[in-house]
C-alpha cells in the first residue's frame, strides 16, 4: 500500500494537539486590522478548534499529523 500525500496548504493552516484536537487560527490577521475594534483584535489572537463536522475532513487531508 503506497502512503498517502498530505495536502500540504491544510497542514499548514491547521494542527493537530496531543489530545488529537485540531486547532487553526481564526482568519483574516494579516492586513486592515487597524479599523478592527479592540473585541475583534483581542479574539483574533486566540486558536480555534475545528468543528466536529470538519474535523473529519481535514484528517483525511493530513494523515500522518
Excluded at 19 to 36: L, M, S, Y
Aim: charged fraction near 35%; proline fraction near 5%; aromatic fraction near 6%.
Amino acid at each position: 500500500m503506497p502512503k498517502i500525500k498530505t495536502h500540504k496548504a491544510t497542514a499548514k493552516r491547521f494542527s493537530v494537539t496531543k489530545t488529537e484536537k485540531v486547532i487553526h487560527r481564526k482568519p483574516g490577521q494579516d492586513h486592515f486590522n487597524a479599523r478592527e475594534s479592540g473585541q475583534t483584535k483581542r479574539t483574533k489572537r486566540r486558536d480555534l478548534t475545528a468543528s466536529t463536522a470538519f474535523e473529519r475532513t481535514i484528517r483525511t487531508v493530513m494523515p500522518y499529523n
